[in-house]
């Protein structure tokens, strides 16, 4: 499935480290959504981007900081995290709100 | 804001029964409303989906109820199979808008035992 791609798959980063997480649709939607997937909040939606302008934060920590540079790109840039962001983070896209997401395979993110 | 409600959180059925997931939500004016499928170690992908314009949809095993009304949604799997144990997502959103986004409630594992 090369719809929705998401680099890394796996990251490990120490508190004090700055990382990027990237994201890349092929599918020519005009949406993209971040997710969260944890134990405790299964989909838990942090930023969506319609037409590559930010409509949505869900009152995000600011250590966590969005770039969409097209509509075929979504950045999540990490730093200075906490132990308790360890998760699966989900990219998406659509055609806009309201209708199908298509996922990313997801990154594992661990914070040590 | 939206607000989706799913129950049970776990479901464990034998192989060949039916399942029933249940979703109910808070904003009337939610007019989508889809289900995804998460196995284990992979992404959420659509099932099934509905619009507010109909009260139930099949496909093959699988069915979606609507209940405007009511506020209430369900997923139904007939003759269930291992393959189909999963943790599954109800959600609910509004299409058209920048109020549309995709709420989720918080998912049911079901297990089918063989």
């Known amino acids: 499935e090369t719809g929705v791609t998401q680099t890394p798959r796996h990251l490990v980063m120490g508190m004090t480290n700055k990382k990027s997480l990237k994201c890349e649709q092929h599918l020519g939607h005009n949406a993209m959504y971040w997710y969260k997937q944890s134990a405790k909040k299964p989909l838990e939606l942090m930023f969506v981007?319609?037409?590559?302008?930010?409509?949505e934060n869900n009152s995000v920590p600011s250590r966590f900081s969005p770039e969409c540079p097209n509509s075929s790109h979504l950045f999540l840039h990490l730093h200075t995290l906490q132990p308790e962001d360890s998760a699966l983070y989900l990219c998406a896209s659509s055609q806009g709100p309201g209708y199908e997401q298509y996922f990313g395979p997801g990154t594992r993110l661990t914070v040590t | 804001g939206e607000n989706v409600e799913q129950h049970p959180s776990t479901l464990s059925v034998q192989e060949g029964d039916s399942a029933v997931i249940k979703c109910t939500y808070s904003?009337?004016?939610?007019?989508?409303f889809p289900w995804y499928k998460q196995e284990l170690g992979k992404r959420p992908q659509l099932i099934i989906d509905?619009?507010?314009?109909?009260g139930e949809k099949k496909d093959q095993r699988i069915a979606v109820t609507l209940n405007k009304t009511a506020k209430h949604f369900s997923l139904h799997i007939t003759e269930t199979q291992p393959e189909d144990s999963a943790v599954y997502f109800c959600?609910?959103?509004?299409?058209?808008?920048?109020?549309?986004?995709?709420?989720f409630g918080k998912g049911t594992k079901l297990s089918v035992k063989p």
């Open positions: 959600a609910a959103s509004s299409y058209g808008g920048s109020q549309g986004n995709l709420i």
């Open positions: 904003d009337s004016a939610s007019n989508y």
């Open positions: 981007y319609s037409l590559e302008e930010r409509v």
């Open positions: 509905i619009r507010s314009n109909v």
